[in-house]
């Protein structure tokens, strides 16, 4: 592999990329040479949510990630999600909940919580859904409809 | 930005290159959750970056007396263990402090300490539960206590080619970490206390974080706590304590002596709180009785 390639397994697919600096993050690797514009750049210092993906199923801040320090983890971004069980649940109990406004969190909140559901056993308590959601945040302060897509998915599962 | 990001997968290829680099040429990455953002507004433009990742240092080992944490264990992976949120109530608090869980679960213990930030949620239960650190270097591997491995603001007496290996802690004790914000989340305390109680030597430790120059253990007060239970005047006479002894600034998130208020109310619950954990935690006593 020369210096400057790099391989990432992206939602079940291994994808190379030539010419990728050391000091790319994840998030800019997804979105412009992936070319999946679902994962969203909000403050890019860890804070919002909304660049989140799942490495090894474990909900990760993109912007905080150099693509090659995750080179041989698996990485779901909200596309992968969208292809999978849980994670058409969480979208379609966040539709009918009417849980998006501008829409720009809605993919970061649909990983943190399809992480969460997507164990084997019964879903964790409502309580703990939420304190799991405790890093995305909504500027349109839409909250109170995100509580009951998080209350109507976990119902769903 | 640019630097060439290097993967040593020994500790020792990892010092070799650390000695082999000039200070402020190389910087070493763990988690990356405060070093990516000090790579992005420049306050550090090293030519090569070190990542850990590579290095055996994940883990979580229990023995009969002691836990000792890899120190690129991610936090998430400390909380998640089921044992330290029982036997080590107040660091499995002051882990569920710090950010969120998906910054969790890239942030590591030896990244934080590492750090030296005056604000970490994390070094004062350290200091509390009397942590030591284990560290590596070029002249080989040394271990000394938490205290002594601060300085000041993002300053600590690791040498420059010195990487922090492991956080040994005791099996368990009583303990606590409580915290006052301007919100929640998505920022950073105004102050910390931690407590603990351990069954050797002098019982109390009281540690303090968002006081100045670093955190600091508060020792007056612990002396004015000389037995395993208390009273409330003693209790209330330890905060009192700790809350004059310490040094405080003024900044945007806290007047000094709104900090100094703060300390002698939460010193006083902490303390309140690891009393009531002392007592969940021998509950065979009272059935003797």
């Known amino acids: ?157 | 930005m640019s630097f060439q990001l290097v993967h040593p997968s020994t500790p020792a290829e990892a010092v070799r290159l650390l000695s082999g680099s000039a200070t402020g040429d190389i910087a070493v990455l763990s988690g990356g959750t405060d070093l990516l953002l000090d790579l992005d507004n420049a306050r550090l433009a090293p030519k090569r970056v070190l990542s850990l990742r590579k290095l055996p240092w994940r883990y979580l080992r229990w023995s009969a007396d002691s836990l000792v944490i890899g120190s690129t264990t991610p936090l998430r992976a400390v909380e998640n263990d089921g044992e330290v949120r029982r036997r080590l109530p107040g660091l499995w608090e002051a882990i569920r402090d710090v950010g969120s869980p998906a910054l969790r679960s890239r942030a590591t213990l030896g990244g934080n300490l590492g750090r030296g930030s005056p604000a970490s949620d994390l070094i004062p239960i350290l200091l509390a539960l009397d942590a030591r650190v284990r560290v590596v270097g070029p002249g080989g591997v040394r271990e000394l206590p938490v205290d002594l491995l601060l300085q000041g603001s993002r300053r600590t007496t690791l040498g420059p080619a010195e990487l922090i290996e492991s956080v040994t802690l005791p099996a368990s004790a009583p303990s606590t970490y409580l915290w006052q914000r301007v919100q929640p989340v998505n920022d950073i305390s105004q102050v910390g206390v931690a407590t603990a109680f351990v069954p050797q030597g002098p019982h109390w430790r009281i540690a303090l974080g968002g006081v100045q120059p670093r955190a600091r253990r508060m020792s007056e007060a612990e002396g004015v706590l000389p037995s395993a239970r208390p009273s409330h005047f003693e209790v209330e006479l330890a905060a009192q304590e700790a809350a004059r002894r310490a040094e405080f600034v003024s900044d945007k998130r806290a007047t000094e002596s709104y900090r100094r208020r703060l300390v002698a109310v939460l010193v006083r619950r902490a303390i309140q709180t690891t009393l009531e954990r002392m007592s969940k935690a021998t509950p065979s006593r009272k059935a003797k009785r």
């Open chain 1, 1 to 157: 592999m020369s210096e400057n390639s790099l391989g990432l397994s992206l939602n079940g697919k291994p994808r190379h990329f030539e010419k990728v600096p050391d000091a790319e993050r994840l998030l800019d690797t997804i979105r412009w040479r992936a070319g999946l514009k679902g994962t969203k750049e909000g403050c890019r210092t860890g804070d919002c949510g909304a660049c989140m993906v799942l490495v090894n199923g474990e909900p990760t801040l993109s912007c905080l990630v150099l693509s090659r320090e995750v080179a041989e983890e698996k990485i779901t971004t909200i596309e992968g999600l969208s292809t999978e069980k849980v994670g058409r649940l969480v979208i379609a109990a966040f539709e009918e909940a009417g849980a998006v406004q501008c829409g720009y969190c809605t993919p970061g909140f649909v990983v943190a919580l399809a992480a969460q559901l997507g164990g084997r056993g019964p879903p964790p308590p409502l309580e703990t859904l939420l304190d799991g959601l405790e890093g995305n945040l909504c500027r349109c302060t839409g909250y109170l409809a995100i509580q009951k897509a998080v209350a109507a998915a976990r119902e769903a599962i």
